[in-house]
Nanobody, 124 residues
């Protein structure tokens, strides 16, 4: 199971850190990622760790502003978000999958388990 937290209301230019705690230790061998869905839009990829944990991937829209990290001892993955923009407003989901490969890292259908989402609202 995945439990996402850390969302909230922040002004443009502000910072938030999202957390996603995984209950299963075997998730340590899974790809772990963040997706987001804004009202009226499709779910989109934000950032992810490869299954090995050795590689990170980011959507172009968040490169240089967001950082994904993980604490294997706590089975938790984080998303540090800086210089937030109103267009970052969305429901943020964490997800894990053991079928994810490089070419599918940004595809929501490649992930097997999803958290409940945490809402990030950025005011202008």
């Amino acid at each position: 199971q995945l439990q996402a937290s850390g969302g909230g209301l922040v002004q443009a230019g502000g910072t938030l850190r999202l957390s996603c705690a995984a209950s299963r230790r075997t998730f340590g061998t899974y790809a772990m990622g963040w997706f987001r869905q804004a009202p009226g839009k499709e779910r989109e990829f934000v950032a992810a760790f490869s299954r090995s944990g050795g590689y990170t991937y980011y959507a172009d829209s968040v490169k240089g502003r967001f950082t994904i990290s993980r604490d294997n001892a706590k089975n938790t993955v984080y998303l540090q978000m800086m210089n937030l923009k109103p267009e970052d407003t969305a429901l943020y989901y964490c997800a894990v999958g053991n079928r994810v490969i490089t070419s599918s890292i940004g595809s929501a259908s490649a992930y097997d388990f999803w958290g409940q989402g945490t809402l990030v609202t950025v005011s202008s």
